[in-house]
């Protein structure tokens, strides 16, 4: 059934930003530094720390420069930070963070709920955004969100993600990452969409930030792995989420996705027993289960 699979795909942990985001109890500094610290010893080589964003709307991140001068630089482990606008990748820069994603919005309505500014608005704050990154010599990751479908304006066409994707390669940007924010995708809209997307990119590597909402995301990594995808987004234990998208599940689990990769004798590079403990540590201080599975059979 599914074919042309490859012998090893990465994975980009993004739990410290989008997990921990979501979270109302605020996580303390030296707790953060902890889990980041042993995602790496897990094996995990691209980690998505936190985001520079106004702290009174997200107080989670209100750590972000201190988190970054605090986390020890490890050979082969690269931190990433997210930015909504210029002023977040000045900040990123003066934390000394070298790689930054931007994050734009597919959906107009999205866009105004979760940006407060039109696509069009957007689409211009994200061209001023790689600009600046750019005279920072910072690589960049340029997200589409709402790539697969919003909950407000239903499916999204494929051309405007091909639109916003021609436009962020002629900028110049080192990485393209394809999110499925609301969950709303499923294989056949993943083949469709990666099968139109790949051919353009040359060699510009295409991730994709998979939401587990409709209970898809790993049949997703499946359709995605067909077509030619080795880099997925994902976060321990499956947290996280989208506050402005009721009901919204976190991304596609690390542990899941590594033991179903394991499965298939793919190699991911990743100890899951040891990158359980991370998920573990997080749900004693939270007191409660997240979405995962694996991480709660890792003994």
Do not use: W
């Amino acid at each position: 059934m599914y074919q042309n699979l490859p012998q090893k795909i990465s994975l980009t942990e993004v739990g410290p930003r989008d997990g921990f985001q979501f979270e109302t109890e605020i996580i303390p500094t030296n707790l953060k530094v902890g889990i980041i610290s042993g995602l790496a010893d897990a094996g995990l080589r691209r980690i998505q720390v936190t985001s520079f964003v106004n702290p009174g709307v997200v107080p989670q991140m209100a750590d972000a420069e201190e988190l970054i001068e605090r986390l020890p630089r490890r050979k082969g482990v690269t931190y990433t930070g997210l930015v909504l606008n210029t002023k977040g990748v000045e900040r990123a820069h003066a934390a000394g963070l070298e790689h930054v994603e931007i994050s734009i919005s597919s959906s107009d309505t999205h866009s105004r709920k979760n940006a407060g500014m039109s696509l069009e608005q957007a689409v211009e704050q994200g061209d001023a955004m790689i600009r600046l990154a750019q005279k920072h010599d910072i690589h960049i990751t340029a997200g589409i969100q709402c790539a697969f479908g919003c909950v407000y304006q239903g499916e999204t066409p494929v051309h405007r993600v091909l639109d916003m994707a021609r436009n962020f390669m002629h900028l110049g940007v080192h990485r393209l990452s394809i999110a499925d924010t609301t969950g709303m995708a499923n294989p056949l809209s993943v083949s469709r969409l990666t099968d139109a997307l790949l051919p353009e990119t040359d060699d510009i590597p295409v991730g994709l930030h998979l939401h587990d909402t409709r209970g898809l995301g790993l049949a997703n990594v499946m359709a995605a792995m067909s077509c030619g995808i080795t880099d997925f987004d994902t976060a321990l234990a499956g947290m996280g989420g989208c506050p402005f998208v009721t009901g919204a599940a976190g991304n596609i689990a690390t542990e899941d996705t590594a033991y179903l990769m394991k499965s298939l004798g793919i190699d991911t590079g990743i100890d899951i027993p040891r990158l359980s403990e991370c998920s573990k540590r997080l749900a004693r201080f939270f007191g409660k289960q997240f979405p995962g599975k694996l991480y709660r059979l890792s003994s």
